[in-house]
């Protein structure tokens, strides 16, 4: 049964995220245990942070600035070149969201956004974005939670710092062209990740 299945899936991404034992995580399954948007947020944003940092770090970081072999470029299939690591980030979202259509209980949206965006498109949009990336950029470490209504709709909106984690993040984005801040240092908080939940009102 879909439901049942999510939540299993949901509880197990949690469970692991907490370090709970496989004991917990079979009983959290075998009822039907319910997580907080809050916890699920925290899990979604796990998953999307580690595999961005693995994808950046083992991939393009060491292909791109240490080997020197490939370039990452956004006009990557033209060029036989690295999809960058925002792109990458974009098309699993949009993967995502289109095979969550499909899921009655399944519902989130997520995007990388930034208040020095190089593509102007990722720029904060509503007032909690805007409160959140600025948030996240002074507090190093910690999250920004809120909700919003947006359309009649409320959501449970997450914002995630998005952090420098290797040298080819900070050179590529100061000597890119569009950039709006070209001083960017290797830990810095670069934008941040907004994940949105709808619930009841
Ligand atoms: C090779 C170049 C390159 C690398 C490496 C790179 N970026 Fe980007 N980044 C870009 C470009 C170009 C965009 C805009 C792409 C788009 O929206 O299609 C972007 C988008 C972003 C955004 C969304 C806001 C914006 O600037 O448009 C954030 C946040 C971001 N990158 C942070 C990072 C972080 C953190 C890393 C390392 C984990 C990283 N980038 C690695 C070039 C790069």
């Given at each position: 049964m879909k439901v049942k299945k999510s939540t299993a899936t949901l509880s197990a991404i949690v469970a692991v995220s907490l370090g709970i034992t496989g004991a917990a995580i079979a009983s959290a399954s075998s009822t039907n245990a319910t997580v907080s948007v809050k916890a699920m947020a925290d899990a979604l944003h796990l998953v999307m942070d580690s595999d961005r940092s693995v994808y950046t770090k083992k991939i393009v970081n060491r292909l791109?600035?240490?080997?020197?072999v490939i370039k990452a470029t956004e006009h990557f299939e033209d060029d036989k070149a690295l999809a960058l690591p925002a792109q990458m980030f974009r098309f699993g979202s949009e993967m995502a969201m289109k095979r969550a259509?499909?899921?009655?209980d399944v519902n989130f949206s997520y995007t990388l956004q930034s208040l020095?965006?190089?593509?102007?498109?990722?720029?904060?949009?509503t007032k909690a974005e805007r409160e959140g990336l600025k948030f996240v950029a002074e507090n190093k470490g910690k999250n920004y939670y809120t909700t919003e209504t947006l359309g009649g709709q409320k959501y449970f909106t997450a914002v995630y710092a998005d952090t420098g984690v290797a040298p080819v993040c900070v050179s590529c984005h100061n000597k890119h062209?569009?950039?709006?801040?070209?001083?960017f240092k290797l830990g810095d908080v670069m934008g941040g990740v907004v994940i949105r939940i709808p619930i009841d009102s």
């Amino acid at each position: 049964m879909k439901v049942k299945k999510s939540t299993a899936t949901l509880s197990a991404i949690v469970a692991v995220s907490l370090g709970i034992t496989g004991a917990a995580i079979a009983s959290a399954s075998s009822t039907n245990a319910t997580v907080s948007v809050k916890a699920m947020a925290d899990a979604l944003h796990l998953v999307m942070d580690s595999d961005r940092s693995v994808y950046t770090k083992k991939i393009v970081n060491r292909l791109v600035k240490k080997e020197k072999v490939i370039k990452a470029t956004e006009h990557f299939e033209d060029d036989k070149a690295l999809a960058l690591p925002a792109q990458m980030f974009r098309f699993g979202s949009e993967m995502a969201m289109k095979r969550a259509e499909k899921m009655d209980d399944v519902n989130f949206s997520y995007t990388l956004q930034s208040l020095w965006p190089i593509n102007r498109q990722n720029a904060p949009k509503t007032k909690a974005e805007r409160e959140g990336l600025k948030f996240v950029a002074e507090n190093k470490g910690k999250n920004y939670y809120t909700t919003e209504t947006l359309g009649g709709q409320k959501y449970f909106t997450a914002v995630y710092a998005d952090t420098g984690v290797a040298p080819v993040c900070v050179s590529c984005h100061n000597k890119h062209p569009d950039t709006p801040k070209n001083d960017f240092k290797l830990g810095d908080v670069m934008g941040g990740v907004v994940i949105r939940i709808p619930i009841d009102s």
